[in-house]
T-cell receptor
């Protein structure tokens, strides 16, 4: 039972355009969400997070949107840069346990 | 930012041997450490949660006698894969949660590539 889903395994965008990565979850007990960036054979690097009491959090080129009623979150990267090319994982957590459940990841390719 | 290290970064061993992987939080005290494994092109799967000074909590389907976890101090947790077999070959990643930090403050190590021949 996949509690956190990233339905798009890959995404390709042109440099300078917006990248939108999507994530859906099923468990309403999750109360915070994070996005991580990962390169092969490396650990994930934290990008941005959002609490369930918010619907938007912005940090530079990265914005995360949360739609609780739809159990959906998205990461917007604008403008996209070739250095953004990596695998992006969304993760959902419960402050009761501190555990994170990860999605399957989306491979983003930003073309120059 | 907080730094988490793992050692070794990669290890190759023979079937039947045991392998120990260390996870250290270098510049902060970690109340909780987590161990994940990742198969190629798949997601990170949580294996266990480790709290300093207490027994680890394992996720469903993870054999606690096979994956021994010790969290002896606030900066060190170890994962020992006992009697390793080729199916244990995977990428193992630890993370550490900062003491007193928010619920989303989980920092990841660089991972350890285990190959069992």
């Amino acid at each position: 039972d996949q509690q956190v889903k990233q339905n798009s395994p890959s995404l390709s965008v042109q440099e300078g355009r917006i990248s939108i990565l999507n994530c859906d979850y099923t468990n309403s007990m999750f109360d915070y969400f994070l996005w991580y960036k990962k390169y092969p054979a490396e650990g994930p690097t934290f990008l941005i997070s959002i609490s369930s009491i918010k619907d938007k959090n912005e940090d530079g080129r990265f914005t995360v949107f949360l739609n609780k009623s739809a159990k959906h979150l998205s990461l917007h990267i604008v403008p996209s840069q070739p250095g953004d090319s990596a695998v992006y994982f969304c993760a959902a957590g419960s402050s009761n346990t501190g555990k994170l459940i990860f999605g399957q990841g989306t491979t983003l390719q930003v073309k120059p | 930012g907080a730094v988490v290290s793992q050692h070794p970064s990669r290890v190759i061993c023979k079937s039947g041997t045991s392998v120990k992987i260390e996870c250290r939080s270098l510049d902060f005290q970690a109340t909780t450490m987590f161990w994940y494994r990742q198969f190629p092109k798949q997601s990170l799967m949580l294996m266990a949660t480790s709290n300093e000074g207490s027994k680890a909590t394992y996720e469903q389907g993870v054999e606690k006698d096979k994956f021994l976890i010790n969290h002896a101090s606030l900066t060190l947790s170890t994962l020992t894969v006992t009697s390793a077999h080729p199916e244990d070959s995977s990428f193992y990643i630890c993370s550490a949660s900062r003491r007193g930090g928010g619920s989303d403050t989980q920092y990841f190590g660089p991972g350890t590539r285990l190959t069992v021949l």
